[in-house]
């Protein structure tokens, strides 16, 4: 049982190499789904361990804490890797027929072997209390993204991969460099020990740069505006099942990097009473929350339009950070969570889409409303929770968001986050629109997607709403997680 | 490449030097500067040195891509499995001294095998990425 914390990283791991020496077919397909399902069994026994023990350290090859590479596991990171459980877990049953149209036949096992290599990067950056052990993980994540990207069909996913090798290689390194700073400045890599090491070296200017290179570099990777410009081609000419794993996690994962360095490495009262973080942080939020909603509005690809409001929906996630309060840090986890559930299962239905219709532009879903009923319904049950209808899970962040923020009296806050939340209805109209309103002028008509991808869209849609009902889990674990980092220690 | 005769016997003297001392990096990487990685880069190197001179042609005779992808998996996975093997013997992931009654032997063992997962890997990989840019030039 105490191996749980890196089996959790190591079993993805295991099963990557080994998908791509089976040969193609069922058997890596089959693989990966029961090493993504075997992840989430442990995710949810190591979120009840963290219940039960608080915060559990595992020490690499039986070295000891500073020295050697420690995993460490609370609240905040037990709640991350839930999520990536449950989306590789929903994502890899469905890719099968997805990757069997979108993909050649012989590129199936390096597909599952690379979808289990990101997954297995991300869920290693969770995991990990060691900040140089973060930046080889997110190398892993990265080559296995960027090799994934450009697996689409459109010619263009080359271009949008390379543009995002290149964006991401700044921001990792960005990362390095203030990781290799901080370094230099107290001789350790490990989380805990800089914590409690770097308040007497505050205020140094190599300090200070060291900050500025590891928010720039990690906002690069979570595409915070206006650091945003890799994401729109990235995930619009993805396969679809890429694309709904990469839009659900990673930049999720990057957002809980964000809080975990600004929170338990630097401490709180470091980077937003001494430094501006506070100030520079929520101004791009506010502006990407509505710059990118805005540009959203006139997409005519459905998946781009998704990329725009996922670059909106960050921007929640990084407003609530920012404000410093233990309120505004439980929504922005809140959302991490729940924004993860939401923009899956809205590009687990544009898959499906794709695979009847072959295009994800707006005009050529006209009629599917009809064609295909069940894919649109989850369409729209997933808008309307991207929206913040009650009942769903967008409600209860956004409304978590909207008190934390009316808790500092922050009134043109709130108008902005309604102005956004109200730019998402009417991007999520013109798409339902039209599906449901204008009649299907070519004569070819669609059927139905195949059950195999329609049971994982809808479990997620219901996962939406079950959440939405149901708080206790994801609230619970949100305020205590946020607690936990704003009391100041990992 | 056939006119070059200088080339050719160059490199034929020099390819089997250069995968010796590869070896010696790799063994001796556990006591003096060294390892699996840099090993690995230098029996790349001379087989990259055997595709430039000879083509990909005949490289590809002796070593396959089919054969380079298993070689690099088998190195992945012969790490972790030193890593698996030591969390079953008792001790945590990658914890080398379980490996051996001794757990200074355990140490050797542990370093050494893992060092050969990495060397298989890194060669590997460094050459099949060659075979794959050098078969669309010829193209």
């Known amino acids: 049982m105490e191996h749980l914390q890196v089996l959790i990283v190591l079993i993805p791991l295991l099963c990557a190499p080994v998908c791509a020496l089976l040969p193609s077919g069922r058997l890596p397909w089959l693989l990966a789904t029961l090493a993504a399902w075997s992840t989430l069994a442990m995710a949810l026994l190591l979120l009840g361990q963290v219940h039960q023990f608080g915060t559990l350290s595992y020490a690499l090859g039986d070295w000891a804490a500073p020295w050697g590479i420690e995993y460490r596991l609370d609240f905040a990171n037990a709640l991350v890797q839930l999520l990536l459980a449950v989306i590789a877990s929903v994502v890899l049953p469905y890719a099968y027929r997805s990757a069997r149209r979108e993909l050649d036949n012989d590129k199936q096992p390096s597909f599952y072997a690379a979808m289990l290599l990101l997954f297995s990067g991300l869920m290693g950056i969770t995991a990990t209390g060691d900040a140089f052990n973060v930046f080889v993980f997110l190398e892993i994540s990265s080559l296995a993204t960027y090799a994934l990207l450009a697996l689409g069909r459109d010619r263009r996913a080359l271009t949008s991969a390379f543009r995002y090798l290149i964006m991401g290689t700044v921001g990792a390194t960005f990362f390095l460099i203030g990781i290799g700073l901080l370094y230099s400045m107290t001789?350790?890599?490990?989380?805990?020990?800089?914590?409690?090491?770097?308040?007497?070296?505050?205020?140094?200017?190599?300090?200070?740069?060291?900050?500025?290179?590891?928010?720039?570099?990690?906002?690069?990777?979570?595409?915070?505006?206006?650091?945003?410009?890799?994401?729109?081609?990235?995930?619009?000419?993805?396969?679809?099942?890429?694309?709904?794993?990469?839009?659900?996690?990673?930049?999720?994962?990057?957002?809980?990097?964000?809080?975990?360095?600004?929170?338990?490495?630097?401490?709180?009262?470091?980077?937003?009473?001494?430094?501006?973080?506070?100030?520079?942080?929520?101004?791009?939020?506010?502006?990407?929350?509505?710059?990118?909603?805005?540009?959203?509005?006139?997409?005519?690809?459905?998946?781009?339009?998704?990329?725009?409001?996922?670059?909106?929906?960050?921007?929640?996630?990084?407003?609530?950070?920012?404000?410093?309060?233990?309120?505004?840090?439980?929504?922005?986890?809140l959302h991490m969570f729940n924004h993860g559930l939401i923009k899956c299962s809205l590009f687990l239905a544009l898959g499906c889409v794709y695979f009847r219709v072959g295009s994800t532009d707006v005009e050529r879903m006209a009629g599917l409303g009809r064609a295909m009923p069940w894919t649109m319904a989850a369409f729209v049950a997933g808008g309307l929770s991207l929206i913040g209808v009650p009942l769903t899970v967008g409600f209860i962040s956004k409304w978590y968001l909207v008190l934390a923020v009316l808790e500092q009296d922050w009134w043109l806050l709130v108008v902005a986050i309604l102005m956004s939340s109200l730019l998402s209805v009417a991007y999520i109209w013109r798409v339902v629109e039209v599906a449901y309103f204008q009649p299907n002028k070519s004569r070819e008509t669609s059927r139905e997607a195949p059950l195999a991808m329609l049971i994982p869209t809808w479990i997620l849609v219901l996962a939406n709403f079950y959440f939405g009902l149901d708080t206790r889990l994801t609230v619970g674990v949100a305020e205590a997680a946020a607690s936990a980092l704003i009391g100041g220690g990992p | 490449m056939y006119s070059h005769v200088i080339l050719r016997v160059v490199a034929k003297v020099l390819i089997p030097v250069i995968v010796l001392f590869a070896l010696y990096v790799q063994f001796h990487g556990e006591y003096g500067p060294g390892g699996g990685f840099q090993a690995g880069a230098i029996m790349a190197a001379g087989l990259i040195l055997h595709v430039l001179i000879f083509g990909q042609r005949v490289t590809r005779k002796m070593i396959t891509l089919r054969a380079l992808r298993i070689v690099s998996a088998c190195g992945v996975l012969l790490y972790a499995s030193v890593g698996l093997t030591s969390m079953l013997k008792g001790g945590n992931f990658l914890n080398y001294s379980v490996l051996a009654a001794n757990p200074v032997t355990g140490q050797h063992l542990g370093i050494i095998v893992i060092e050969l997962g990495v060397g298989a890997t890194v060669a590997s990989t460094l050459l099949a990425l060659i075979y794959i840019f050098t078969e669309r030039i010829r193209t």
């Open chain 1, 187 to 333: 001789g350790t890599l490990n989380m805990a020990d800089l914590a409690e090491r770097l308040p007497a070296v505050a205020g140094t200017r190599t300090m200070d740069t060291a900050v500025a290179f590891l928010v720039v570099g990690i906002c690069l990777k979570l595409a915070l505006f206006p650091l945003h410009l890799w994401l729109p081609n990235a995930y619009t000419y993805a396969p679809s099942a890429v694309t709904a794993m990469v839009a659900a996690i990673s930049t999720k994962v990057m957002v809980y990097v964000l809080i975990r360095f600004l929170y338990t490495v630097l401490g709180a009262d470091y980077s937003f009473n001494q430094l501006p973080l506070a100030q520079v942080l929520m101004v791009l939020a506010v502006m990407g929350m509505l710059t990118a909603s805005a540009v959203a509005l006139n997409q005519p690809n459905a998946k781009r339009l998704l990329a725009y409001s996922s670059i909106a929906q960050v921007g929640y996630m990084v407003l609530g950070l920012s404000l410093a309060s233990e309120l505004g840090l439980t929504a922005s986890l």
